[in-house]
């Protein structure tokens, strides 16, 4: 299985600031030692002509080129810079790049992304371009080309399970026929002001493991009497994990890992290719939301084995 990453991904940032930069090393230096069969592999940066699928080349090309306004980044949250310039395109590019291993290869990760608060003409929430977008729209592009146009479009579920709510994502896809989103967030949460998605599960503070799961299983029930994918682009959200400072749910590591499991289960019946990404995690102790992270690779890397064991 492969799993796409960058040490452009550690951006390096002021004394004291929120984000917790470091947890993409530690992620990526944890799997080499505690899942070697996993291969990790340098992302690509991804183009401008690449990011026009999703964003506006007038924004694009102002992050690039450094001529953003100082307001648009401040929402976005970074200090701009070279860094952050090539880290925003590499974490695209690990995107589609994993994307692109899943439809070969069944799944394939992106030890970052899910950069879903950015929309087509600004970032936000420390998300400067939309990794599943850009990779959402590129894919069917590439699909397209391959099986001419009187093949429908590829159809593409997004499954956002990170605690904030996908807003960009939802903006970008709103009567997008061909991309269902489907959200399950923290109610009260950031971004106070929600988009309209396909299937939007908001829940309350300190919600469980046990509501939680059961609320999954009939979202997804809900996606599969109303969509038909061909492949899955899955937003595996460390933070909303009980101990995640902004996360404001509760859910255990037990509970995060069924909540996984149950993903790559529906996926795995339905022999759908899957692409995930880390998304979120903002935990106390850092080393909390690596451990979860780390499991994620652990059991998206048994589904897929079992995934080569039944190719046709």
């Known amino acids: 299985m492969k799993a796409f990453y960058s040490d452009q991904f550690v951006l390096p940032l002021p004394a004291g600031h929120r984000f917790p930069m470091a947890k993409y090393a530690m992620l990526r230096d944890q799997i080499a030692q505690d899942l070697p069969e996993v291969q990790l592999v340098p992302a690509p940066m991804a183009s401008l002509g690449e990011l026009a699928f999703a964003h506006s080349p007038a924004y694009a090309a102002s992050i690039s080129q450094g001529t953003i306004s100082p307001v648009a980044m401040r929402e976005i949250g970074f200090p701009w810079s070279p860094s952050m310039v090539e880290r925003a395109h590499r974490s695209v590019g690990a995107t589609i790049a994993a994307v692109r291993s899943a439809m070969t290869d069944g799944l394939a990760g992106n030890l970052a992304g899910g950069t879903h608060h950015a929309y087509a003409d600004k970032g936000s929430g420390f998300c400067v371009f939309n990794d599943v977008a850009v990779a959402t729209r590129l894919a069917q592009a590439e699909w397209g080309r391959r099986h001419g146009p009187h093949r429908p479009h590829l159809q593409v579920a997004v499954i956002d399970l990170d605690v904030h709510q996908g807003n960009g994502t939802a903006h970008i896809f709103q009567n997008d026929k061909s991309v269902f989103t489907l959200s399950l967030h923290g109610e009260k949460n950031f971004p106070f002001r929600k988009e309209a998605g396909d299937l939007d599960v908001a829940l309350p503070d300190g919600c469980g493991d046990a509501d939680y799961l059961a609320e999954l299983e009939h979202a997804l029930q809900t996606l599969s009497d109303r969509f038909e994918p061909d492949l899955v682009i899955y937003l595996a959200g460390a933070d909303p994990f009980e101990g995640d400072r902004l996360g404001r749910l509760k859910l255990s590591a037990d509970g995060l890992e069924a909540r996984d499991r149950r993903v790559f289960d529906w996926c795995q019946a339905r022999r759908l290719p899957l692409a995930f990404v880390m998304a979120g995690g903002y935990g ?20 897929w084995q ?4 039944h190719r046709p």
């Open 306 to 309: 079992r995934w080569q064991n």
């Open 284 to 303: 106390v102790k850092i080393e909390e939301t690596v451990a979860l992270q780390l499991t994620t690779y652990r059991v998206a890397f048994q589904y």
